[in-house]
């Protein structure tokens, strides 16, 4: 069985302040994690993917993910919010084996001047 | 190359009426999917399709139908709509099952 949890369901930032979304998942299997950033009306965007590589994932718009089995987490990392963040964030876990993607509820990120 | 497309982009129906939505992609991929997003709930697969000629039940099917027409296209059908359906609508696919999904816009879905 497969699940995934967003520590948070919002976030508030200030402009130029690091970001911190937290998530995180349960697999019986090797998962791949897959951040992705859903801005109002629109579809859904890949930010960035862990496949079983290296553990800090680098993504677009300067966004990272950090890979921790330990812990069973897969945060993801800002250093610099922009005002072009505000958008809801999915944290989501598949695994080869089972073809299909468990999301996570989401996390609404407001950023703030 | 558009990705992946659907239509409507939205739509109003009356409690027990049909429609079917529409999705193309141009990837040549093998999986497609549907899914739907309410608010608090995040995606929820209601049918897949890991190749062409397959269909399987997702998380949430009941209520809806669903043709894997081609490789490009897959539709979803709501034979008789219910204001549970009320959604946001989002077709994906992957080159095969478990890679990267990649998302169309979106169809709006409000059943009065």
């Known amino acids: 069985a497969q699940s995934v949890t967003q520590l948070d369901s919002h976030v508030s930032v200030s402009e130029g302040t690091p970001v911190l979304l937290r998530c995180n998942y349960s697999s019986s299997y090797s998962p791949s994690l897959f951040w992705y950033v859903q801005h109002p009306n629109k579809g859904l965007q890949l930010l960035l993917k862990y496949t079983s590589a290296a553990t800090l994932v680098k993504g677009i718009n300067g966004f990272e993910a950090e890979f921790k089995k330990s812990e069973t987490s897969f945060h993801l990392t800002k250093p610099s919010a922009h005002m072009s963040d505000a958008a809801e964030y999915f944290c989501?876990?598949?695994?080869?084996?089972?073809?299909?993607?468990?999301f996570g509820a989401g996390t609404q990120v407001v950023v703030t001047p | 190359n558009a990705g992946v497309t659907q239509t409507p982009k939205f739509q109003v129906l009356k409690t027990g009426q049909s429609m079917t939505l529409q999705c193309a992609q141009d990837m040549n991929h093998n999986s497609m999917y549907w899914y739907r997003q309410d608010p608090g709930m995040g995606l929820r697969l209601i049918y897949y399709s890991a190749s062409e000629g397959t269909t399987d039940k997702g998380e949430v099917p009941n209520g809806y139908n669903v043709s894997r027409l081609n490789k490009r296209e897959f539709s979803l059908r709501l034979e008789s709509a219910a204001p549970s359906q009320t959604s946001v609508y989002f077709c994906?696919?992957?080159?095969?099952?478990?890679?990267?999904?990649?998302f169309g816009p979106g169809t709006r879905l409000l059943v009065l």
């Open positions: 994906a696919s992957s080159a095969i099952s478990g890679e990267t999904q990649y």
């Open positions: 989501v876990v598949s695994a080869k084996s089972w073809g299909k993607l468990q």
